[in-house]
């Protein structure tokens, strides 16, 4: 909440506050009992603890000095946030200290909310409260994805001291990343981007491993990068 006020008096944005919680089913021991009416007692707590949500994000967005406004329900959480992402610019999520353990009923999946936002989404790891934006990385890939993601990265690109666009490679496509960087620094220069450089790695054992490594050793604040993901359906028949 605290990263969320802070950028909106950074951008003068308005602020949504968007929670949800679906009353979970009675479970027996052979089968879950699916009851057309939840609770009375069980809806009571999950309205306070909304309201109680709701308060503690009023306390902290009011000192942003722009509008703000918050939305809950009884509902599912990502499929409310899916919803009501039609309002905003930015879909901020805060990360989970246990992610696998994330309750479907109270909590969100940013992995479902991704496909079906149609927003840029920022995820902010468990226990940071700030975000100064001045070294960023965008994690390259000649893809719609990652051209999407600088598009909307803009308003804090322009705001960084160092943007580092990198490509990581693997043997024998190290030729070719230069001419995609380049094209890439060249428009983010168009577009007030200052301090932007093009870089190209080695894949060292995992992308992803290689990326963290780049990130860790550059001090590097902010990961720009495109996304996807099929349906949790689509991945069980399919694959991921």
């Not at 001419?179 to 620094?185: A, N, Q, R, S, T």
């Not at 990130?215 to 996304?227: E, H, P, R």
Request: hydrophobic share 45%; glycine share 8%; charged share 25%.
């Amino acid at each position: 909440m605290s990263l969320a006020a802070e950028l909106a008096e950074r951008y003068r944005a308005a602020l949504i506050g968007v929670s949800a919680w679906a009353p979970a089913p009675p479970i027996s021991v052979d089968t879950a009992a699916l009851e057309s009416v939840p609770d009375v007692a069980d809806l009571r707590v999950i309205e306070d603890f909304l309201k109680a949500r709701g308060d503690k994000f009023r306390a902290i967005a009011d000192k942003a000095g722009g509008p703000v406004e918050w939305r809950s329900a009884l509902e599912l959480a990502t499929e409310f946030v899916v919803q009501e992402v039609r309002a905003a610019d930015l879909v901020i999520i805060g990360g989970s200290r246990h992610p696998v353990l994330r309750d479907p009923y109270g909590s969100v999946d940013p992995g479902a909310i991704l496909p079906r936002a149609g927003r840029p989404m920022l995820l902010v790891p468990s226990g940071i409260t700030s975000l100064a934006g001045r070294r960023i990385a965008v994690a390259w890939k000649d893809t719609r994805e990652a051209r999407r993601a600088i598009v909307n990265a803009l308003p804090f690109l322009q705001k960084a001291e160092s943007v580092a666009v990198v490509e990581f490679c693997e043997s024998g496509e190290e030729a070719t990343a230069p001419g995609h960087l380049k094209d890439v620094v060249q428009f983010l220069q168009r577009h007030d981007v200052n301090g932007a450089y093009e870089l190209v790695r080695p894949v060292d054992v995992t992308l992803t491993k290689s990326l963290f490594r780049f990130v860790q050793d550059d001090a590097i604040d902010l990961i720009v990068a495109g996304g996807y993901g099929h349906s949790r359906l689509g991945e069980w028949m399919f694959g991921g």
